[in-house]
């Protein structure tokens, strides 16, 4: 068993945390860095609860180990909002209550910010597709595809 | 900490990481480059290697290119590279009907092509794609360079002719001819969701008949195989409902399938005869 020390990169903001190979980033953020906006859902890989940006790419944090984004740039919910203002998918979800319990919500916001900031004129077909890789139990599934095609729109008027 | 406890290598180049993983192949030493069937198995301690040897730094495992008409995957290019008009030709044009029904958007763009040859799960869509395509995995350790023909790679669910101290560094592919026709579906029960069966194709049409036909079933037995009888019944036949027919009837009788608490064989057979017809039918369109 190794332990490391790294350096990670999160919301812009520099961290040098002491974990063990085995840690997943998704524990790292919650247990040494105090961001628990990442939700710890199945912890295989299957939920997307735990969806964290690294790199831009949306990342399943319980299938990378902390080790593995040594040096890398992360995103996480907490970094969502600029200066109190929400980003355009945070006011979406909101408005068209796309919350019930908002176990999920970390997850998708930060799948769909992923997806639309890499590809930002996807079709509804392709946000559908995108929205499918995460699971909301309470299956509240039509709000949230509804908060995302408005973000959509906001956010490429914004760029 | 789901995972069991294990030591950690960060090698920077290939080289390296041969070294590394000749030392501790013995003690259950394992590559991961994405990651996205391997942690999940750790997660479950279904897998507990003492030693992870992590390729995902090695800059030089990037290469995705044609070359001398062959397609060229480096171990460490993701799911998520193979977007239409990334590859030219039917090739890339298989590859990127395949694509989107791996996992989801999150996996692919974390889990490599490499990788999935590496795990060699039956249900795999590159799996069945490498054999389609008659894929060359090239293996490095310590001892040199080994080509493998993917007809000589699995073995069984989940398990490869690779040796221990063997990596992935490539995946090569003899490119389709420009007119080659190619489908593929699938049938799963959920989006993403491990495939029940599935079936890639590739032929050519000249002069109304089906030339150098190409079937491959995945998901319905321990490994994809290429289906010998219903490449013979295409072959030479003009290409439509009966020919695609007779072609999905001999898929159908020629798989032994797996069979689990909620399919059996018979079910799983249905699947792989509607499979072949509507990849051939989808080669068509």
Redesign the interface.
């Known amino acids: 068993m190794t332990r490391h020390t790294i350096q990670l990169k999160i919301n812009e903001q520099t961290r040098t945390i002491s974990v063990d190979a085995r840690k997943t980033l998704l524990d790292a953020l919650r247990e040494d860095c105090n961001l628990t906006g990442a939700h710890a859902g199945c912890e295989h890989g299957v939920c997307g609860a735990c969806t964290v940006i690294v790199e831009g790419e949306p990342v399943r944090s319980c299938l990378m180990f902390a080790v593995q984004a040594e040096g890398k740039t992360i995103r996480t919910v907490e970094g969502l909002a600029q200066g109190g203002a929400l980003h355009p998918m945070q006011k979406a979800f909101t408005e068209q209550h796309a919350v019930q319990c908002g176990y999920c919500t970390p997850g998708f916001l930060m799948l769909t910010v992923a997806a639309l900031e890499k590809t930002p004129d996807m079709d509804d077909d392709a946000l559908r597709e995108v929205v499918a890789s995460n699971l909301c139990r309470c299956t509240g599934y039509e709000n949230i595809l509804a908060a995302v095609r408005i973000a959509a729109d906001d956010m490429r008027r914004r760029t | ?8 290598h ?1 090698p920077l180049n290939i080289d390296e990481a041969a070294r590394i993983l000749a030392d501790v192949a013995e003690h259950d030493g394992r590559i ?1 480059a994405g ?2 069937s391997l ?2 198995m ?3 301690r279904v897998a507990r290697p003492q030693h ?1 040897v ?1 390729i ?1 730094e090695i800059v030089a495992l990037d290469v995705l290119c044609i070359e001398d008409a062959t397609l060229r995957i480096g171990a460490r290019v993701r799911h ?1 590279r193979f977007v239409p008009g990334a590859i030219a030709g039917p090739t890339g044009e298989i590859f990127a009907k395949v694509m ?1 029904n791996i996992a ?4 692919r ?2 889990g490599t092509f490499c990788g999935s040859l590496a795990h060699a799960d039956p249900a795999s869509e590159w799996c069945a794609l490498a054999t389609l395509l008659d894929a060359e995995i090239i293996a490095r350790s310590v001892r040199g360079e080994r080509r493998i023909p993917v007809s000589a790679y699995f073995d069984g669910a989940m398990s490869t002719t690779l040796a221990p101290d063997e990596i992935i560094i490539e995946a090569r592919i003899p490119v389709l001819r420009e007119e080659t026709r190619t489908g593929f579906y699938e049938f799963s029960r959920r ?2 969701d491990f495939a029940i069966a599935m079936a890639i194709v590739a032929f050519g049409v000249e002069n109304g008949r089906i030339t150098s036909p190409r079937v491959s079933v995945g998901g319905a037995e321990a490994y994809p195989r290429r289906i010998r009888e219903a490449e013979r019944a295409l072959d030479g036949a003009a290409p439509g409902a009966d020919a695609f027919a007779a072609a999905a009837e001999a898929a159908a009788a020629a798989v032994d399938p797996m069979e689990d608490a909620v399919t059996d064989a018979a079910y799983r057979r249905d699947i792989v005869r509607a499979a072949t017809r509507r990849a051939l039918e989808q080669a068509m369109q």
């Not at chain 2, 989801?104 to 996996?107: A, H, L, Q």
Request: no cysteine.
């Open positions: 900490m789901k995972p069991a406890p294990f030591t950690y960060r991961i990651g996205q942690a999940p750790m997660a479950f992870l992590d995902d998520s989107p989801n958007y999150s996996v763009s974390r989006k993403g």
